[in-house]
């Protein structure tokens, strides 16, 4: 009796221990990942992006004494980092694309408006063809939009 105890207990910790493992290591792969393009951006203090948070495959940082923006997305179909002065911009707004007639979000753009050349800056946040889930996650992405752009405008 005591034996199989035992070995049900074995067996139940490593169900329980294999996926804690896995999601740790993808964790710190992740948290280094985030610490490398920080430092491509600012190379002498990449902790000085004070506010730093992920959300479905996006990081958002944010330098609010240095007025540095950076949006990351570490989708598998695109991975790319983008990085605004936003001391050279003087406004930003959420453009939302919709398909056709319906109210259906399709496309989510952060849209900076550069002071010098009043040039739009588009930097796309959320696009549907890149959406595994298919429209679960455009409701998350774009409340996680529209709580950065209030950050965003605060630190213009």
């Given amino acids: ?87 050279s911009v003087s406004s930003c707004k959420l453009v939302l694309t919709t398909e056709g007639n319906s109210e259906t979000i399709v496309k989510i753009d952060f849209e900076f408006q550069d002071k010098e050349t009043s040039k739009k800056i588009t930097i796309p946040f959320y696009d549907f063809d890149d959406d595994r889930i298919k429209q679960i996650s455009v409701y998350q992405d774009h409340m996680f939009a529209k709580k950065w752009l209030k950050i965003i405008q605060d630190s213009i």
């Fill in 1 to 87: 009796m005591d034996t199989s105890i035992t070995i049900i207990g074995i067996v139940i910790a490593i169900i329980v221990a294999v996926p804690v493992y896995f999601s740790a290591r993808s964790s710190a792969a992740n948290k280094s990942k985030i610490l490398d393009i920080k430092k491509k951006f600012n190379p002498n203090h990449p902790e000085d992006f004070d506010l730093t948070e992920s959300q479905n495959n996006k990081t958002l940082t944010i330098d609010q004494k240095n007025r540095k923006f950076i949006l990351m997305n570490f989708n598998p179909n695109q991975q790319e980092s983008i990085f605004v002065d936003l001391k």
